[in-house]
């Protein structure tokens, strides 16, 4: 079965940088695109960022362009989403997610996800 686990959130002052990790049990890492969602209470979930099979191409959410990178490690089954100068609007529960396909857009609902990591921005 396909396990996704994030960690790295916490608490932050504005301004501040954390990197978040998931790391993929279950699943021929290479053969799946990843990415990273967010979801306030009461807010649909969003997409923040994304990598394709090969690590080679990525896309953002406009709100994170600049600030946040995504990356993957496909021999330690890892994705990473470092998140530098951040704001209190990126307060959120932050979801791993993956599908078996070449890329995970804003539209794509990914087949698999993890339980989240809590990132906390204060001011």
């Known amino acids: 079965q396909v396990q996704l686990v994030e960690s790295g959130g916490g608490l932050v002052q504005a301004g501040g940088s954390l990197r978040l990790s998931c790391v993929a049990s279950g699943v021929t890492f290479s053969i799946y695109a990843m990415g990273w969602f967010r979801q306030v209470p009461g807010k649909e979930r969003e997409f923040v960022a994304s990598?394709?099979?090969?690590?080679?191409?990525?896309y953002y959410a406009d709100f994170v362009k600049g600030r946040f990178t995504i990356s993957r490690a496909n021999a330690k089954n890892t994705v990473y989403l470092q998140m530098n100068s951040l704001t209190s609007e990126d307060t959120a529960v932050y979801y791993c997610?993956?599908?078996?396909?070449?890329?995970?857009?804003?539209?794509?609902?990914?087949?698999?996800w993890g339980q989240g990591t809590q990132v906390t921005v204060s001011s």
């Open positions: 990598v394709t099979r090969s690590g080679t191409v990525t």
């Open positions: 997610a993956a599908d078996n396909l070449n890329t995970i857009t804003v539209v794509t609902r990914p087949t698999y």
